[in-house]
């Protein structure tokens, strides 16, 4: 059976971890279905992603790391590699349409946190749709088996 790998965070006393996992083509399938992000990255390496210069740590503690930012214009900043003719975010780790994450997933901008996959809430995202087509893969469709209110509840 062919192995993927998958970053996975971890959380331990407070101290934010990388840790390098081999899944089976199975278990990524799994979590693709939960969250179609974890497998595609196409977005993030297809739009621009600029923000509010403020939303930087710089400005903002806790906010995007000001070093993988650079200056749009007097009011913007936009992350780097994402600015360019064949845009990556340079926050974008893994390989797009496989196994992929953010690297500063907590802390991401704005214009990240309000980019919603195709289906997520009911609706298609036209914007996900044409990132996903650029690189090669299918819209996504609605999948109601993974629907809010069919996913497993934790308490």
Not at 9 to 25: D, K
């Amino acid at each position: 059976m062919d192995l993927s790998h998958i970053f996975v965070r971890i959380y331990v006393n407070g101290l934010n971890l990388l840790s390098l996992y081999r899944i089976t083509a199975r278990k990524a399938k799994i979590m693709s279905e939960i969250n179609p992000c974890l497998s595609c990255g196409a977005c993030c390496a297809y739009y621009r992603a600029s923000f509010y210069w403020a939303e930087a740590d710089d400005a903002t503690p806790g906010g995007v790391p000001s070093h993988m930012t650079e200056k749009l214009n007097d009011f913007r900043r936009v992350m780097i590699g994402t600015n360019q003719n064949k845009p990556r975010c340079i926050a974008l780790a893994g390989e797009i349409g496989n196994a992929v994450f953010c690297s500063i997933y907590e802390n991401r901008s704005s214009v990240c946190r309000d980019f919603e996959p195709s289906w997520s809430g009911g609706r298609p995202n036209e914007r996900c749709d044409n990132a996903r087509i650029a690189w090669g893969l299918s819209p996504l469709e609605p999948n109601i088996d993974n629907a809010p209110d069919n996913l497993p509840r934790a308490a």
